[in-house]
């Protein structure tokens, strides 16, 4: 039987829940993204130093670029900019305004002066963001993501490698007063990183590592658990 309804009263309507602005932008500058096709891609001029593996991902149903040790690559197309890290660092930019995002993966602080290789990250830094700037990202809007620095053998503690890259990057993006807004460093664990250089968006997969006696009971099994994704400073583990 129907409730009756006092006189002059309304039925109680349902909300439906709304998308943010912020969302709603996010959404439409993926939409709008140069796509272009892997031919494409894997037929631009590549630069010393500039990633150029490419593949179709089938997980995210994106095509795909693999930033090896000592690479960076830059973009603002909507593709899927892919590493995996140990004790080595992978700074993750992006600018809001302009939709440009790149990523690096270097392996220590600093060479030998003089030393311009993306294996250092003195020189992997300078190099993700003046080619960022080339394609119109600004120092001021830039936002970070930083992953890796893992200790991930047991028995090289004694260099700190993954400690020393995490104190550098942190230390560097401080002077160059780009603030870190999301970050998945240190511990134990090698790690894969996906970026999404359009949206800003960042995902990081702990994988096995070499001792796992020293993971804590709590920490066991699966590691794949997915956490609430949205743009911007949100990183999901997937």
Request: with cysteine.
């Amino acid at each position: 039987m129907a409730t009756s309804l006092p006189p002059g009263a309304l039925p109680e309507r349902r909300r439906v829940p709304r998308i943010t602005t912020r969302e709603a932008d996010v959404v439409a500058a993926a939409a709008a993204a140069p796509t272009l096709s892997l031919e494409q891609i894997k037929a631009q001029p590549r630069k010393p130093g500039e990633a150029a593996f490419f593949f179709f991902d089938h997980q995210f149903q994106y095509n795909a670029v693999k930033v090896l040790p000592g690479e960076y690559f830059v973009a603002r197309e909507r593709l899927a900019i892919m590493t995996v890290l140990g004790s080595c660092i992978a700074a993750c930019l992006w600018d809001s305004r302009m939709r440009v995002g790149g990523m690096n993966h270097f392996m220590l602080p600093e060479g030998d002066a003089g030393d311009s290789s993306g294996r250092y990250g003195s020189y992997a830094m300078e190099l993700l963001i003046n080619e960022m700037m080339k394609l119109g990202a600004r120092r001021e809007t830039l936002q970070a993501k930083i992953f890796g620095g893992g200790q991930v053998m047991a028995n090289f503690t004694a260099l700190n490698v993954g400690e020393r890259n995490a104190r550098f990057v942190r230390d560097y993006l401080a002077t160059e007063r780009i603030p870190v807004v999301s970050e998945d460093v240190l511990d134990i664990y090698p790690r894969k990183v996906v970026f999404f250089p359009v949206t800003g968006k960042a995902m990081v997969k702990r994988l096995a590592h070499a001792h796992p006696e020293a993971m804590a009971p709590e920490t066991r099994g699966n590691a794949a658990t997915v956490v609430r994704a949205t743009s911007g400073g949100s990183v999901d583990l997937f």
